[in-house]
Structures are given as structure tokens and as C-alpha cells.
């Protein structure tokens, strides 16, 4: 049941909107998975609902908060807690190495500040020390964008999918949060591939092109403005790809991107 919440309130100004279901916390409890030997990062510690839930888990925990008004209440709240570390930074830009050593696997747990949802999952699955999965509550058209699948992609759901697959937990309704938001919310489960679908050493190039691709997402591919590529260059490119230039970006898988980028490469050194 959602009850009404102890400790600081939320602030209208950042966006917050603090968990307080005690049911939808247990379903991400269960859905959080532990590497053996590794520790749990939550992200939005916030007041704590979430980070007394991943305690008796029987890991470390390291929660991570923007908020410093926030910390006094975390550090009270959990005075005796053994396995709890308190950090506070900004999950879009924090060094992961100071949160989890190199060496020690982890994953990631968290309540998603809406506005920053995407920076954060896309920090964490480009950092050079991943985690092993990412279980987020995040905005449920956000999510839905994660989940696309070829028809319905977006640059968000290529940045995501070729490091890791995505998979839907549940639904949350705006009654779970205090105070309620406009909309629904979604937990999702991101469990990060061995190694990205590009070659590392690809991937700059590769978001290159899906991005400068992306700016125009409703326009045929044949409209497509890459720097030093001619009109005739452009519809060689995706005829040696053998991709339809009257397709939009939307349409491509993260293999038919691929091919383009070969493609265009090809092009290029002819």
C-alpha cells in the first residue's frame, strides 16, 4: 500500500517524486540480481524507501544522491546499516571507479529522476566499468522508447540496445509516488551485454551516424546530411548497404546500421 512518507519532502523544483508503494518496492527488489562478489549501486537514494529494500539483500550498497539536504536523513535513518555507503553526486556525470572498484562487478538499482533518465542509463552502459544489469523506474514513454523494436526505433533505443537488452518488469501507476506525477512510470530491466553489438573501436563512428541520421527521424534516409558526403555519395551508401533510401530511420535495425556504417566507409574510399 502507498503510505504517506517520513523524513524530507519532495521538491516541486527538481522534479522529485519519491517512491512510497511498498508492493511495487518488494517487485524491484525481486528483480534486482546480484552479481556473486559484487555490489549494488542505487541511483536516487532519495529518502530511503528503495535503499531499505536492498539492504537484506546481503551485498554491499552504495547509494548514490544528488541532494545534499537528503543525506542527513539517509545517514539517521540507517545509523546501524553495516553494508551501506553514502555518496553524494550527480549520476550523470560521476566517476563509476569511485562508486565500485574496477575489479568488482555490480549492479545498478534505482527511482530515475525523470528529466535525467536517459544521461544516467547512457553514462552507466558507456562507462568503461559496466554494470552487469540496470533495474530503472523511469518514465513509461521513455521506456517504451528503450523497448522499441525496428518501426519504432529512436536514437534513445539504438544508444541503449547495442550495449544491452532491454526487457519490461512492470508498469507503476502516478498513486505509487508522493506526490503523484502527470504520468505512468516503468520499471525495466537492462541487462548489458558481454561486448556492444559494434566493435568498441566502431563506436564513435557508428553514433555518428545514427545521430546525424536521427536529426531528421520522419524523413526518408535519402535526406540524410553527413558532413563530406555528396547527395550521389549518400544514395551510393545505402545502395551498397542494400537499405531502401526511401525508408525512414526508424525502420533500421542496430544490424542494418551496421551495414551502413560499412557501407558509407566503403564509399568513402572510393
Not at 522508447?145 to 541503449?160: D, E
Request: charged share 25%; hydrophobic share 45%; net charge neutral.
Amino acid at each position: 500500500m502507498a503510505a504517506k512518507l517520513a523524513g524530507p519532502r519532495p521538491r516541486k523544483e527538481l522534479g522529485q517524486h519519491f517512491l512510497r508503494d511498498s508492493g511495487i518496492l518488494i517487485d524491484i527488489q525481486r528483480a534486482v540480481r546480484v552479481p556473486a562478489g559484487g555490489t549494488i549501486v542505487e541511483i536516487g537514494a532519495g529518502t530511503g524507501q528503495l535503499t531499505e529494500m536492498l539492504l537484506p539483500l546481503g551485498a554491499p550498497v552504495v547509494a548514490l544522491e544528488v541532494e545534499t539536504r537528503l543525506l542527513p536523513h539517509l545517514r539517521q535513518r540507517f545509523a546501524s546499516a553495516t553494508n551501506l555507503k553514502l555518496v553524494q553526486d550527480d549520476a550523470r556525470i560521476v566517476d563509476v571507479e569511485r562508486l565500485v572498484p574496477a575489479t568488482t562487478p555490480y549492479t545498478v538499482a534505482g527511482n530515475l529522476p525523470y528529466f535525467a533518465a536517459s544521461p544516467i542509463i547512457r553514462h552507466f552502459l558507456e562507462s568503461p566499468h559496466q554494470p552487469t544489469d540496470m533495474v530503472v523506474m523511469i518514465q513509461r514513454e521513455v521506456a517504451r522508447r528503450i523497448l522499441a523494436k525496428p518501426g519504432h526505433m529512436s536514437l534513445l533505443a539504438v544508444c541503449v540496445q547495442v550495449y544491452a537488452e532491454p526487457e519490461q518488469v512492470l508498469d507503476v501507476a502516478p498513486e505509487a509516488f508522493d506526490p503523484p506525477p502527470q504520468v505512468w512510470s516503468s520499471v525495466i530491466r537492462l541487462t548489458v551485454r558481454d561486448e556492444p553489438l559494434v566493435p568498441r573501436a566502431r563506436l564513435d563512428a557508428f553514433f555518428e551516424i545514427v545521430s546525424t541520421t536521427f536529426q531528421n527521424p520522419r524523413k526518408q534516409l535519402r535526406n540524410a546530411r553527413w558532413i563530406g558526403f555528396g547527395r550521389d555519395q549518400i544514395l551510393a551508401t545505402f545502395e551498397r548497404a542494400g537499405i531502401d533510401a526511401n525508408r525512414r530511420p526508424e525502420t533500421l535495425s542496430i544490424e542494418e546500421w551496421v551495414a551502413l556504417l560499412d557501407a558509407r566507409e566503403a564509399v568513402a574510399r572510393a
